[in-house]
């Protein structure tokens, strides 16, 4: 969206620097290699975002490099978790600009996620050897047990089923 004839110098300077940003860490996190060049990058910034970053940048130093440290960054993240492809490329068809909370979120655990194989191994490799106590298990074990509640009645059972398929019926299930 953003040109770069309409941005100020001071502007894509910091660009700039968040460009190759995203180039190292996509690299070194994720084997990744990036594709796009600086405009195409240039091309995913909104309008809006980048007048921000202006505001910012003439508010003073601390304001820009609080803005650019903070969970609510910009940063160059994928359109989807299945456009990440570790050792693959990013282009400017699978990059988006977005809060650094959103981009940590999109890649979560979400409910039905496996561990890798990798991921498991460190994991053991963490306890192995180490003795928990009969209190950390006791822990361990109250926490995995599920919260008891009091029997429903075939009428509260009735309502529930209702909503349900009310809230199936809007999303259009």
Request: proline share 3%; glycine share 6%.
């Amino acid at each position: 969206m953003a040109k770069r004839e309409a941005v100020r110098p001071d502007v894509l300077e910091l660009l700039e620097r968040e460009f190759q940003t995203t180039i190292r860490y996509q690299k070194k996190q994720n084997d990744i290699t990036v594709t796009m060049t600086f405009d195409e990058y240039l091309s995913l910034w909104s309008n809006h975002r980048i007048r921000s970053m202006g505001q910012k940048i003439d508010q003073g130093p601390k304001v820009i490099d609080f803005y650019m440290k903070n969970t609510f960054r910009p940063v160059c993240s994928w359109v989807s978790r299945d456009a990440l492809v570790r050792g693959g490329t990013m282009t400017v068809e699978n990059a988006k600009i977005t809060s650094a909370e959103d981009s940590k979120r999109l890649f979560q655990f979400k409910p039905g996620d496996k561990h890798q194989v990798k991921s498991k191994d460190k994991i053991r490799n963490a306890r192995l050897g180490k003795s928990q106590t009969p209190e950390h298990v006791a822990k361990r074990t109250a926490g995995q047990k599920g919260v008891k509640r009091r029997p429903m009645s075939e009428q509260a059972k009735a309502k529930m089923r209702a909503t349900r398929a009310a809230n199936n019926a809007s999303k259009g299930e």
